[in-house]
């Protein structure tokens, strides 16, 4: 044996007596706090015989967490994932009352509810001794990695290809803007160092010696649909056709489509692949984490379009199980769940007493869904991703949703969101690091679905919402009280399909039986869309004029909507704006934006190409929009928002290493996520070779 496994053994060996210890004196110092927990007998025991007791009660707890509860969670693999989550503590506590029952010293007793406590507080004070000693030790931490790499090649059998792979990391909801502030702020050190950037927080870390900016950061501009259905369809599949929004209803089919509900995510991603012909971006070798969408991969975790399956075929689930299965990762999670929902509810009630404006409501399952979102979806998608790279995967999309979560309800340059992007700047540098240590050269792309814009809502504005201006434009009772909007945050989709709940807002939005003259409203974010579900066809504004004469001018006029979009028997697609302003969308341009002067350039371009989707609604309404302030008014209770036309939400980014090709050549945009598909197929290319797109099979279209 080689001095270098020696080195190697005694490590390991010097690292598993250090946390024993750790773990000895944890069970002492508990057992001289807690009245119900103790390691002596009713008689009295020596000091000697009490730490005897402490240590080997100790050992028997560590190696039944090693041996036992890998098991376990197998055996709970049927049990929803968010709930084997909750259930960690119960578990490790029936483990320790196991341990203390079979301690050769016969002494040790603990009541149940103690048991939790003490197995809990064991299980952190483990974790972090060794973690502390891995990161003390960058030798050890290498050697762990080589260990882990080399177990990941020998169960897939397969050996490191030389090739690159790619690992592409979505930052849900970040902007453009947003992330150069963060940069130019040390909010993300890791992320300046591979730009270049030296800001005065990030001077502390010295620059590597010879080395310069190692990615470019590009800006890329979204659909008129900002919003990351249509946006990461786009990217993974290369088409987001007929997407008009994030929730729309199908006259065809009698039913709202929501980007977030399981089974329209299968049925868009289905859709896709037959518009496309092509299984995905992911179809060679590929690992899908934390999507809505697969991208045509074999591996799959916490997917919401495969979400709808049911029993062990749901291989999207799985990734929870391969990351509770080890019981520091579970407890670690569980502990930073519960401090997340209090510094949630801490920071809420902050925002309530220095009454800060905007703000909207965040009580109620929202500290709980922050938690998961910023928490474990967080921590399982990046252990899922570190395991891609592990095992030499050639293509890895991940989508990490805490910080478009956090932005909604806190603004999207609040300290609160800030704090956000320090945590997954931090698991960016951990991914780094890992990739190091992998079988394959990695290169890792960073990039963004859409962005979001700030400002109060409609509801808080005006007092009404769209849902109820629309009524009183079509001359129906208005209800006195409000309606909530959903968030329709990512995160609540997760949540609920971990629960194997379905993703349902409200069973009667779905299959809508309005009588006649009713419309039927729906937001996403300040992009609002009315359709009258009696009607089997697109109505024109003909037709709305004549059923509802005082609907358009109503919303057109109204000071919080920018635009809205109907068709038109004699222009075809015709925007209507305030003050009679009225523009026929095949005459709109850049140089001639008409009612689409404030909302930029490519406007024109956006509302066009929607117009043509089969599903538009009857009438698309986008809000306000202020350029000065980049302001827009969301129609639902978001004070971050994303999902229409106006300011950062449509400018996400897009940052890749500087030894792949520019993203557009000198001069250029990059318009639409189909074209950001593009380019990362190019990139695939580049990395790993030709390929051949892998055409869509049968039984792939069956799967999703």
Same mark, same amino acid.
């Given at each position: 044996?080689?001095?270098?496994?020696?080195?190697? !053994?005694?490590?390991?060996?010097?690292?598993?007596?250090?946390?024993?210890?750790?773990?000895? @004196?944890?069970?002492?110092? +508990?057992?001289?706090?807690?009245?119900?927990?103790? +390691?002596?007998?009713?008689?009295?025991?020596?000091?000697?015989?009490?730490?005897?007791?402490?240590?080997?009660?100790?050992?028997?707890?560590?190696?039944?967490?090693?041996?036992?509860?890998?098991?376990?969670?197998?055996? +709970?693999?049927?049990? #929803?994932?968010?709930?084997?989550?909750?259930? !960690?503590?119960?578990?490790?506590?029936?483990?320790?009352?196991?341990?203390?029952?079979?301690?050769?010293?016969?002494?040790? =007793?603990?009541?149940?509810?103690?048991?939790?406590?003490?197995?809990?507080?064991?299980?952190?004070?483990?974790?972090?001794? /060794?973690?502390?000693?891995?990161?003390?030790?960058?030798?050890?931490?290498?050697?762990?990695?080589?260990?882990?790499?080399?177990?990941?090649?020998?169960?897939?059998?397969?050996?490191?290809?030389?090739?690159?792979?790619?690992?592409?990391?979505?930052?849900? /909801?970040?902007?453009?803007?947003?992330?150069?502030?963060? @940069?130019? *702020?040390?909010?993300?050190?890791?992320?300046?160092?591979?730009?270049?950037?030296?800001?005065?927080?990030?001077?502390?870390?010295?620059?590597?010696?010879?080395?310069? #900016?190692?990615?470019?950061?590009?800006?890329?501009?979204?659909?008129?649909?900002?919003?990351?259905?249509?946006?990461?369809? /786009?990217?993974?599949?290369?088409?987001?056709?007929?997407?008009?929004?994030?929730?729309?209803?199908?006259?065809?089919?009698?039913?709202?489509?929501?980007?977030?509900?399981?089974?329209?995510?299968?049925?868009?991603?289905?859709?896709?692949?037959?518009?496309?012909?092509?299984?995905?971006?992911?179809?060679?070798?590929?690992?899908?984490?934390?999507?809505?969408?697969?991208?045509?991969?074999?591996?799959?975790?916490?997917?919401?379009?495969?979400?709808?399956?049911?029993?062990?075929?749901?291989?999207?689930?799985?990734?929870?199980?391969?990351?509770?299965?080890?019981?520091?990762? &579970?407890?670690?999670?569980?502990?930073?769940?519960?401090?997340?929902?209090?510094?949630?509810?801490?920071?809420?009630?902050?925002?309530? !007493?220095?009454?800060?404006?905007?703000?909207? *409501?965040?009580?109620?399952?929202?500290?709980?869904?922050?938690?998961? %979102?910023?928490?474990?979806?967080?921590?399982?998608?990046?252990? &899922?991703?570190?395991?891609?790279?592990?095992?030499?995967?050639?293509?890895?999309?991940?989508?990490?949703?805490?910080?478009?979560? @956090?932005?909604?309800?806190?603004?999207?340059?609040?300290?609160?969101?800030?704090?956000?992007?320090?945590?997954?700047?931090?698991?960016?540098? +951990?991914?780094?690091?890992?990739?190091?240590?992998? #079988?394959?050269?990695?290169?890792?792309?960073?990039?963004?679905?859409?962005?979001?814009?700030?400002?109060?809502?409609?509801?808080?504005?005006?007092?009404?919402?769209?849902?109820?201006?629309?009524?009183?434009?079509?001359?129906?009772?208005?209800?006195?009280?409000?309606?909530?909007?959903?968030?329709?945050?990512?995160?609540?989709?997760?949540?609920?399909?971990?629960?194997?709940?379905?993703?349902? =807002?409200? &069973?009667?939005?779905?299959?809508?039986?309005?009588?006649?003259?009713?419309?039927?409203?729906?937001?996403?974010?300040?992009?609002?869309?009315?359709?009258?579900?009696?009607?089997?066809?697109?109505?024109?504004?003909?037709?709305?004029?004549?059923?509802?004469?005082?609907?358009?001018?109503?919303?057109?006029?109204?000071?919080?909507?920018?635009?809205?979009?109907?068709?038109?028997?004699?222009?075809?697609?015709?925007?209507?704006?305030?003050?009679?302003?009225?523009?026929?969308?095949?005459?709109?341009?850049?140089?001639?934006?008409? #009612?689409?002067?404030?909302?930029?350039?490519?406007?024109?371009?956006?509302?066009?190409?929607?117009?043509?989707?089969?599903?538009?609604?009857?009438?698309?309404?986008?809000?306000?929009?202020?350029?000065?302030?980049?302001?827009?008014? %969301?129609?639902?209770?978001?004070?971050?928002?994303?999902?229409?036309?106006?300011?950062?939400?449509?400018?996400?980014?897009?940052?890749?290493?500087?030894?792949?090709?520019?993203?557009?050549?000198?001069?250029?945009?990059?318009?639409?996520?189909?074209?950001?598909?593009?380019?990362?197929?190019?990139?695939?290319?580049?990395?790993?070779?030709?390929?051949?797109?892998?055409? %869509?099979?049968?039984?792939?279209?069956?799967?999703?």
């Amino acid at each position: 044996m080689g001095g270098g496994r020696w080195r190697s !053994v005694l490590s390991g060996v010097w690292r598993s007596v250090t946390v024993w210890a750790a773990s000895t @004196v944890t069970m002492l110092v +508990l057992a001289g706090a807690l009245p119900d927990f103790q +390691l002596q007998s009713d008689t009295g025991d020596s000091a000697t015989r009490i730490a005897l007791t402490a240590a080997a009660g100790a050992g028997v707890f560590g190696l039944l967490s090693s041996l036992v509860w890998p098991l376990l969670v197998r055996a +709970l693999l049927l049990v #929803p994932a968010l709930v084997l989550g909750l259930l !960690v503590f119960f578990l490790n506590g029936s483990l320790l009352l196991i341990a203390l029952r079979i301690n050769p010293s016969g002494r040790g =007793e603990a009541a149940p509810e103690t048991a939790v406590v003490v197995a809990a507080v064991m299980s952190a004070v483990a974790s972090a001794t /060794g973690a502390a000693l891995v990161v003390r030790d960058d030798d050890a931490y290498r050697r762990r990695l080589y260990r882990l790499a080399d177990r990941r090649r020998r169960a897939s059998g397969r050996t490191g290809p030389s090739t690159p792979g790619t690992v592409l990391l979505q930052l849900d /909801g970040v902007g453009h803007d947003v992330l150069e502030e963060a @940069v130019r *702020k040390g909010v993300m050190p890791a992320v300046a160092e591979w730009l270049g950037a030296r800001p005065a927080a990030a001077r502390r870390i010295p620059p590597r010696a010879g080395r310069g #900016p190692t990615h470019r950061l590009t800006a890329w501009r979204t659909d008129w649909s900002s919003q990351t259905g249509a946006s990461q369809l /786009g990217i993974l599949h290369g088409t987001n056709h007929d997407v008009p929004a994030f929730r729309w209803y199908e006259k065809d089919r009698g039913e709202v489509m929501v980007c977030n509900r399981p089974s329209s995510a299968a049925e868009l991603q289905r859709r896709a692949v037959e518009h496309t012909g092509d299984a995905g971006l992911l179809a060679f070798d590929g690992a899908s984490r934390g999507n809505l969408f697969s991208g045509g991969a074999e591996q799959l975790a916490l997917v919401l379009s495969m979400a709808a399956r049911r029993g062990r075929g749901n291989r999207s689930r799985a990734g929870y199980f391969a990351y509770f299965s080890d019981p520091a990762n &579970a407890v670690r999670t569980a502990i930073s769940f519960v401090a997340e929902v209090f510094r949630e509810v801490g920071q809420s009630t902050r925002a309530r !007493v220095r009454k800060r404006r905007p703000r909207v *409501k965040r009580g109620g399952l929202y500290p709980f869904i922050r938690a998961f %979102a910023t928490v474990v979806e967080r921590d399982v998608v990046v252990a &899922a991703v570190i395991g891609d790279m592990l095992a030499g995967r050639a293509a890895v999309y991940a989508d990490l949703v805490a910080y478009d979560e @956090v932005a909604h309800h806190s603004g999207p340059r609040s300290r609160d969101a800030e704090r956000v992007l320090e945590r997954l700047d931090r698991s960016l540098a +951990l991914i780094a690091k890992v990739a190091e240590h992998a #079988p394959r050269p990695y290169r890792i792309v960073l990039l963004s679905d859409h962005g979001q814009s700030p400002g109060e809502t409609f509801l808080t504005r005006y007092g009404l919402t769209l849902g109820s201006l629309v009524r009183a434009g079509c001359g129906l009772p208005v209800p006195r009280r409000a309606r909530r909007t959903h968030s329709g945050a990512e995160a609540r989709s997760a949540v609920r399909a971990a629960l194997r709940r379905p993703v349902e =807002e409200d &069973a009667e939005q779905y299959r809508p039986s309005y009588r006649r003259a009713e419309p039927l409203v729906l937001a996403s974010g300040n992009l609002g869309l009315v359709s009258f579900p009696d009607v089997p066809h697109r109505m024109s504004r003909e037709e709305i004029d004549r059923r509802h004469p005082a609907l358009l001018s109503t919303l057109a006029n109204h000071p919080g909507i920018g635009f809205v979009l109907v068709r038109s028997e004699e222009h075809g697609g015709l925007v209507l704006g305030a003050h009679g302003a009225e523009a026929p969308v095949d005459e709109l341009s850049d140089a001639h934006p008409g #009612p689409l002067a404030d909302f930029g350039p490519g406007a024109a371009a956006a509302v066009r190409r929607t117009h043509a989707f089969p599903h538009a609604a009857d009438i698309m309404v986008n809000s306000w929009y202020d350029p000065q302030e980049g302001e827009v008014l %969301a129609f639902e209770e978001q004070i971050g928002s994303h999902g229409g036309l106006g300011g950062d939400q449509g400018r996400p980014f897009l940052m890749s290493p500087v030894t792949l090709s520019a993203p557009v050549e000198d001069g250029g945009e990059l318009v639409g996520a189909e074209q950001v598909h593009r380019v990362l197929r190019r990139w695939l290319r580049e990395s790993d070779g030709p390929r051949v797109p892998r055409a %869509a099979r049968r039984k792939d279209r069956r799967a999703v």
